[in-house]
């Protein structure tokens, strides 16, 4: 029997986990209480080379950097389990996961738009205990924009069968096979968060860079002009709305946009549970315009959204565009669009704005007082 037991195949698939949706709860007289949550992420699947190092910008299977869904429910649905357990090959089942042909997402369209389902999609059942425990946990990690990482194990039939001689009975997910749809079991799994990445995340929530895409395209914009109002009755400052120009210096006079007209709008953000980050990102957006070929009058431009918290607006917005004269005010913003996609554009370009960062210089001292100082 131990024998047995030893001999069971599992394969673990490690996520890291960015988005909790908050729990749904509903309530009939047929079939109870019912809780529901869905966490959201990529797959930490970086290659290892035969000496134990990892290397994240290489795969090692084709989940690298895909995207998944784990939902958890409660309590759990044991007609539903035991299904699972005949067509799956396994006793005791909590959930199922179910990996798209090639590891490849869903595309559909909704109300005319593109969408997408995760190649990747769990479902696990626990107790209202279980549920409670992992839904404060992720609560947690939210709000203080921790990643999570999780160890989902895999078993059932539709793994590969061993090699009479293999002595470890753990698969690598680069064993699967993953040419036609499959679903496995879950057994067990492991929900963990770590305090090394609080400074990394910040306290607002951004655009994750994926293993496969490079650093983006960095603008700096010296800014000329600035316009807002205050509501007196709220006390809420109106869009801050200012303009300036492309200032990169040297290294960016012979770009198209050199010196191009910029336009930022600042707007309170507020963050909206039923659209998923990064489509409601919290940096914001931008469209470039570049100059028309056949329009001679033309010329060339970007165009901001960028958002900011409310506690922001008086302790760090008001401030900066408040500075006394001989202060340059500047904005670092980094697109999450490659540069080479902005430099040849013929036509407009809109984007996501990953971060921005404000740069201000201020003259301490005049030079003819710093040269008075000099000469006492």
């Known amino acids: 029997m131990v024998e047995e037991e030893a001999r069971v195949t599992t394969c673990d698939l490690r996520l890291e986990i960015f988005e909790y949706g908050g729990a749904h709860t509903w309530y009939d007289p047929e079939s109870g209480l019912k809780r529901r949550f869905v966490l959201t992420g990529w797959f930490d699947d970086p290659y290892q080379n035969p000496v134990g190092d990892f ?44 990996v798209l042909p090639d590891v490849q997402p869903e595309s559909f369209e909704v109300l005319g738009e593109h969408a997408e ?8 059942n626990l107790t ?30 539709a793994l590969p069968a061993l090699e009479p001689d293999r002595i470890f009975s753990k698969l690598k997910p680069k064993k699967l096979d993953v040419s036609v749809q499959r679903d496995y079991a879950v057994k067990d799994f492991e929900i963990f968060d770590t305090r090394y990445s609080d400074d990394l995340r910040g306290r607002v929530r951004r655009i994750e860079r994926k293993r496969d895409e490079s650093f983006g395209a960095n603008v700096s914009v010296l800014l000329t002009d600035v316009r807002y109002k205050i509501d007196l009755e709220s006390g809420e400052v109106l869009p801050v709305s200012c303009e300036g120009r492309i200032d990169e210096g040297f290294r960016g006079r012979d770009k198209p946009y050199a010196n191009a007209r910029v336009y930022v709008d600042f707007w309170e953000f507020r963050d909206e549970r039923n659209v998923e980050v990064p489509e409601k990102a919290f940096y914001g957006e931008f469209r470039y315009f570049p100059k028309e070929a056949e329009n001679e009058h033309s010329e060339t431009f970007f165009a901001l959204d960028l958002n ?38 013929t036509e407009n370009v809109d984007g996501k704005v990953r971060y921005y960062l404000f740069e201000i210089e201020k003259r301490i001292m005049d030079r003819s007082d710093a040269s008075a100082s000099g000469e006492d």
Do not use: C
């Not at 290489?58 to 699972?84: I, K, M, R, Y």
């Not at 947690?140 to 039939?157: D, F, H, S, V």
């Open 308 to 345: 900011y918290l409310a506690e922001d607006a008086r302790a760090l917005l008001m401030p900066i565009f408040s500075q006394e004269s001989g202060t340059t005010t500047r904005l670092a913003i980094n697109l999450v669009n490659e540069e080479d996609e902005i430099l040849t554009a």
């Open 128 to 157: 209202a205990d279980a549920f409670e425990a992992v839904r404060q946990q992720a609560a947690e990690a939210y709000k203080y924009r921790r990643i999570m990482w999780a160890k989902i194990p895999l078993t059932g039939n």
């Open 55 to 98: 290397d994240e910008s290489q795969a090692d299977s084709p989940f690298h950097h895909q995207s998944f869904s784990l939902e958890v429910v409660s309590p759990p649905d044991f007609t539903w389990l035991g299904n699972l357990a005949a067509k799956l090959g396994t006793e005791n089942p909590i959930g199922v996961a179910r």
């Open 117 to 124: 389902e995760p190649p990747v999609r769990i479902r696990i």
